[in-house]
Structure formats: structure tokens, C-alpha cells
């Protein structure tokens, strides 16, 4: 696709449950990041891929947080046992570089909510 | 990673005021970017910085970079109501972003 395609959109679901997000990168964009954003705050960094693998995911919170990309292209951020605090706009970023500091290209998000 | 601090967290400004938004590093950065994110948008890039003291303009927007490369500012002259949204910088190096400066633009 033209531009960096997340799903679902919106996902509301209950406490406790497993939740998993999408995101298709550019074609040809070796570099993604997954991101989520709070009301009123900035983009808060989770894991960054290099193809298939994590070059970086200190920025998951724990360990029910947790995201592939098997073929380094889609990827899944998969969450278990959901809790409210999980509540967010995930957002996933591709970039054609193959290190960090390429420009960003974001999806529409994917809004959590977590009742 | 490093901490990205950002101020004003918000400013509001009658249309034709500038506006400038800062970002702080207590370490020398190697590069910067800045993104804009409009109400319910997602972000989108700007610009990046990479050489100490350099200045970019796009249109009514000058981008500077410090000369210890420690801290950057973006300043939006004369501003209109099309620049409402949340300015974020952004460290190249690990691709944190700052918390944001929210812009809201009176008619």
C-alpha cells in the first residue's frame, strides 16, 4: 500500500483478554516501531525492529507485552492479560533506513480500550 | 535512553503571534527531528537536524539546532490557524520523542 496500514482501528475489550494489532509497513522499509500514545502525551516508544528482528524493545513495559515480524515486513504487537492502564493509541512507524534516525512514517493507530 | 525534555507543554496564541517551542538535552545529541501531529492525526515529520548550529526554514518555520548540539527550537512566525496541533522533537538516536508542546491558534 501507499502508506503505512494498521488494523483494527479501534478495539475495545475486557480485562484479562489477549489483544493483537497489526501493522503493514511501506513496501521495501526495513526499519519499524511500535509506539503507544496516551491523552495529551507523547509517543512512547515500546520495541523497534531492523527486519525481523528486535534491535531494541526496552521500551516494552513488561512482559505481557510482546510483538514479531517473522518475514520483516508485518508485524503483530501481541498484549496479554489486558488491564486498563493498557488503554492507548498504538501506533506503529516505518522508515526505509537501515538503522535508526531515517524519517518516520506513521500509521493511523490502533485504539485500545480496555474495560 | 536519553530524556527528552520539552517546553512549553502548551501555548495558545492569537493568529499572526509566533510561537516558538523548545527542546533539552542535558547530553549532546547526534541528530534531531520534529513532527507535527494535528487533532486525532497521527505524527508526521518535519524536518531533521544534524550539524551543530544549523538552521533550516520551510515557509513561516525556522528549525535551529544549539551549537553544543544539546538543544533545538522550532519557531512558527506569524502564525495561522492551520498550525494548531502538538509539535514533538525527536532523538535520532533511539527515536524517543519529547512530550510534546500543544499549539492552539485563536481567529
Known amino acids: 500500500g501507499a502508506g503505512v496500514s494498521q488494523t483494527p482501528s479501534n478495539k475495545v475489550t475486557e480485562k484479562g483478554k489477549y489483544v493483537e494489532l497489526r501493522c503493514d509497513p511501506i513496501s521495501g522499509h526495513t526499519a519499524l516501531y511500535w509506539y503507544r500514545q496516551s491523552l495529551g502525551q507523547g509517543p512512547e516508544f515500546l520495541i523497534y525492529f531492523q527486519g525481523t528482528g528486535a534491535a531494541d524493545d526496552s521500551g516494552l513495559p513488561n512482559d505481557r507485552f510482546f510483538a514479531v515480524r517473522p518475514e520483516g515486513s508485518v508485524s503483530t504487537l501481541k498484549i496479554q492479560r489486558t488491564e486498563r492502564g493498557d488503554s492507548a493509541v498504538y501506533l506503529c512507524?516505518?522508515?526505509?533506513?537501515?538503522?535508526?534516525?531515517?524519517?518516520?512514517?506513521f500509521g493511523e493507530g490502533s485504539r485500545l480500550t480496555v474495560l | 535512553g536519553q530524556q527528552v525534555m520539552q517546553i512549553p507543554q502548551y501555548q495558545h496564541v492569537q493568529e499572526g503571534e509566533d510561537f516558538t517551542t523548545y527542546c533539552n538535552s542535558s547530553t549532546t545529541l547526534s541528530n534531531i527531528q520534529w513532527y507535527k501531529q494535528r487533532p486525532g492525526g497521527h505524527p508526521v515529520f518535519l524536518i531533521q537536524?544534524?550539524?551543530?548550529?544549523e538552521v533550516k526554514k520551510q515557509k513561516r518555520l525556522t528549525f535551529q539546532f544549539g551549537e553544543a548540539k544539546k538543544n533545538s527550537s522550532l519557531h512558527i512566525t506569524a502564525t495561522q490557524t492551520t498550525d494548531v496541533g502538538t509539535y514533538f522533537c525527536?532523538?535520532?538516536?533511539?527515536?524517543?520523542f519529547g512530550a510534546g508542546t500543544r499549539l492552539t491558534v485563536k481567529p
Open positions: 525527536a532523538y535520532v538516536s533511539d527515536m524517543r
Open positions: 537536524l544534524v550539524k551543530s548550529g
Open positions: 512507524a516505518s522508515s526505509i533506513t537501515g538503522g535508526p534516525g531515517g524519517e518516520l512514517f
